[in-house]
């Protein structure tokens, strides 16, 4: 099923990654239903937008007629993990793209991906389901961005860089050398930090040069 003009989207949070995502759909002219958030009171409202209550409301949200979801969550595993439970009742995965981001006609976009105001999503790049590249970020051309990957407020990619699923780049991060450069599944880039050299799955790595800090086990992705 393909995501038509008239279809309505509900956001799945209420915090400030999805205050953001509110108002890139209202800029885009998307109908926005409501969004949900288990800490926050029924009826209340962002940008006149209303809050529909916990999470639990999806199932009758979707049996009501609202077709999309958008997960508006900075947590990689726990919006991968909405993200299932939101296509397991139905819903189709809206993208939320700002109009002043650039992103490439070339670029190939997934589902349920987040493009804010003053991004640059470049040539002959793609960017899985789930993805957010934040504020400010840039993404040139060739790169592969994987499911789920949060590339925070203000990074930038180089070309030629893939980016496996669940990673983090952090907030004014560089990466890149101009050839292939791949940042590991799950891997965490400090803020700040010049990456030069591939990055190992779950790694948490930070400092101009990048050094690795420390491997965590890894994260489980759906």
Do not use: W
């Not at 949200?61 to 139905?90: F, P, T, Y």
């Not at 590339?151 to 070309?159: D, Q, V």
């Amino acid at each position: 099923m393909s995501l038509g003009r008239e279809a309505s989207i509900v956001v799945v949070g209420g915090g400030g990654h999805a205050k953001v995502v509110i108002e890139i759909l209202l800029a885009a002219g998307k109908p926005v239903a409501g969004f949900t958030d288990p800490s926050l009171p029924a009826g209340s409202r962002f940008a006149g937008i209303p809050c529909l209550g916990p999470d639990g409301a999806l199932r009758e949200l979707r049996s009501a007629g609202v077709e999309a979801a958008i997960i508006a969550l900075g947590d990689n595993a726990l919006r991968a993990r909405l993200v299932q439970e939101v296509r397991a009742l139905g819903f189709e995965l809206a993208n939320a793209i700002h109009p002043g981001a650039s992103v490439s006609a070339t670029a190939a976009l997934g589902a349920g991906v987040a493009v804010m105001a003053g991004a640059v999503v470049n040539a002959a790049t793609a960017l899985g389901d789930g993805c957010i590249v934040n504020t400010g970020a840039t993404v040139d051309h060739d790169n592969r961005i994987g499911r789920f990957v949060h590339i925070a407020p203000g990074a930038h990619l180089a070309g030629y860089v893939t980016v496996e699923d669940g990673a983090l780049i952090g907030v004014g991060a560089t990466v890149g050398r101009g050839r292939a450069l791949t940042v590991g599944r799950g891997a965490v880039i400090g803020i700040g930090s010049v990456v030069i050299g591939d990055v190992a799955p779950s790694a948490v790595v930070a400092g101009n040069p990048a050094r690795p800090l420390r491997t965590p086990p890894p994260e489980d992705l759906p």
